[in-house]
């Protein structure tokens, strides 16, 4: 009883918008256990609740059980009504847990066939194969986000995991062929990472052993972005990693990055927080990652001297988080939109520190690849921090440039939006070497903004997410010595691509560049021979101090 009235209570906190549904759960009293998470359940199917009661009329038919106006302190007769529609309808006993003379359950009891009739008549209508389905309906995004497992190659081969799943007492289903959601108890291979294993969205891994031991991580597909294009073509002997905003839980990223160097050499994770690096070793643990050193310091504070080794840094820097789908953000009801200027300054204030990071690791002497990324969907974090970085006077100085979508998980369909990085249109210096100009929409910016990459919650089944790829001298991870044996060839292509400065386009909007004009004659001999592909390179080779 006392359930169902601290249940109703933290609706009531969340509707009248005095917290978020973690804050209005605690304040209701009802914790992070078993009942918050029962909480959180009960406005997971809100959307399909309600309905239900307002075509039965119940509040007006049962009114006395449930007036208009209740007692101060008492939660609304609407969202008491609403938590025991939850447990007779959803619950695993399908009952609602109360005295059976308790007079709201009595009212309740009273349309309890009917109730159940017009659910099962509800869920033929939408085709679906049962009630738990319900909840990805009412546009709940989250719920829809397959359940993404990572094999963690610091602890257990990939061959050995697909083994474990599909053996033993409840064997999982390997299918081939990628179909969204997965259908419970199958998995497929993820068709863009080798390391991600697809499951269904309501999948559960917490009694699993390769989960306990750490063998499996279950981290959003978006979120392993980052991590593999910062390791694209990583050989072993190139130097050192830095990741400059680890954070301790859940440091997904810091441990693929751990396991994408085959757990040897070193990895800086830099967290500043004291509270989330207290269980950064912790978690460092349990995925076995013993190649990295956790410091709890401030990245802008680090002094990029003492880091001579570092050739590849990640910046996954605090944001606005716009692109987590939280699957019960949508249950709040008529939420009020930020106001447009409060919006702006906190947009602004992130951008800028945004920037500031990617500025201080472009000053680190070895780095040659900083990987840039967000979990938000707002420009201001995402192309147009990545234009001001790269109009940046370290970006200038240190000759940094954006990496071509080869570069970038070429094979991810949706990338940056063209219209947030081409600024005024107008005359550019990007990293102070060249001067694009651009009447209309240059295709350089297209190039640009081919380079990075976004996803849509609800389209890509993904969270919302974005990564940027920034680059300096030969920045594909190649040594040395590999570049010795290739130089020939790289010269070769470097030639024809920095050529090939119009990208497809009339001349006269191709960038200026001195260089590019001596270089035509190359060109025009070896234009033939180049794929389409080299379009991207073309550009940004031609904005490095051409
Ligand atoms: C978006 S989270 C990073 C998530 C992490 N990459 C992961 O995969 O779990 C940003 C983290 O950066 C940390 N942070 C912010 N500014 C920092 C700084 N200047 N130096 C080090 N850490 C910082 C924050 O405390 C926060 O934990």
């Not at 009952?95 to 309740?108: C, L, R």
């Not at 999948?203 to 031991?213: A, G, I, L, S, W």
């Not at 991580?217 to 905003?245: H, N, R, Y």
């Amino acid at each position: 009883m006392n359930f169902y009235k601290q249940a109703a209570t933290a609706i009531d906190h969340l509707d009248t918008k005095q917290g978020s549904v973690k804050g209005s759960i605690a304040a209701a009293g009802l914790g992070s256990g078993a009942n918050g998470k029962e909480g959180k359940r009960v406005l997971a199917y809100r959307p399909i609740l309600q309905p239900l009661s307002d075509s039965l009329k119940l509040l007006d038919v049962e009114r006395k059980i449930f007036p208009q106006k209740v007692p101060t302190g008492a939660p609304s007769s609407k969202n008491l009504l609403l938590v025991l529609l939850h447990d007779l309808l959803f619950s695993k006993d399908a009952k609602i847990q109360a005295s059976d003379k308790w007079p709201p359950k009595m009212a309740v009891m009273r349309h309890a066939t009917r109730l159940k009739a017009e659910l099962v008549k509800l869920q033929i209508k939408k085709g679906l194969t049962n009630k738990e389905s319900f909840e990805m309906e009412g546009g709940n995004i989250a719920a829809m986000i397959p359940r993404y497992v990572r094999c963690n190659s610091n602890v257990v081969d990939h061959a050995t995991l697909i083994e474990h799943l599909t053996s033993g007492p409840k064997p999982f289903k390997l299918v081939e062929t990628p179909s969204y959601p997965p259908e419970p108890q199958t998995f497929f291979r993820d068709p863009h990472l080798d390391e991600l294993l697809v499951f269904a969205p309501s999948t559960k891994f917490d009694q699993n052993p390769d989960y306990v031991n750490g063998g499996i991580i279950l981290q959003d597909k978006a979120s392993c972005f980052p991590a593999k294009v910062l390791m694209q073509d990583w050989d072993g002997e190139e130097g050192e990693i830095i990741d400059g905003t680890c954070r301790a839980a859940p440091g997904n990223k810091t441990s693929f990055i751990s396991a994408l160097m085959g757990n040897e050499g070193k990895v800086h994770a830099f967290e500043r927080s004291h509270q989330r690096f207290k269980t950064l070793e912790k978690m460092l643990g349990r995925a076995s990652c013993k190649n990295v050193a956790a410091k709890r310091a401030d990245f802008l504070e680090s002094k990029p001297g003492d880091f001579a080794k570092v050739t590849r840094i990640l910046l996954d820097p605090s944001c606005s988080g716009s692109g987590i789908v939280n699957r019960l953000d949508y249950l709040l009801e008529d939420a009020e939109p930020e106001d447009d200027d409060v919006k702006a300054e906190r947009l602004d204030k992130l951008a800028s520190f945004q920037l500031q990071m990617i500025r201080h690791a472009m000053k680190f002497p070895a780095a040659k690849r900083i990987v840039y990324s967000t979990c938000s969907v707002h420009k201001e974090e995402d192309e147009e921090v990545v234009l001001s970085a790269l109009e940046c006077p370290e970006a200038r100085d240190y000759g940094w440039k954006l990496a071509p979508r080869s570069q970038v998980l070429p094979s991810w369909e949706r990338r940056g939006i063209t219209e947030h990085l081409n600024g005024d249109q107008g005359e550019k210096v990007v990293g102070g070497q060249i001067r694009i100009h651009s009447a209309h929409q240059h295709p350089y910016w297209t190039v640009l903004a081919d380079g990075v990459i976004r996803c849509v919650p609800g389209e890509d089944h993904t969270n919302g997410f974005f990564v940027s790829c920034f680059i300096k001298g030969d920045a594909s991870g190649t040594t040395d010595q590999k570049r010795k044996r290739s130089t020939e060839e790289d010269e070769e292509d470097a030639d024809v691509l920095s050529a090939d400065g119009e990208v497809g386009a009339g001349e006269d909007e191709a960038p200026e560049a001195t260089a590019i004009s001596s270089r035509k004659q190359k060109k025009n001999k070896r234009k033939k021979k180049k794929k389409a592909s080299s379009v991207t390179a073309a550009v940004l080779q031609s904005t490095d101090g051409q």
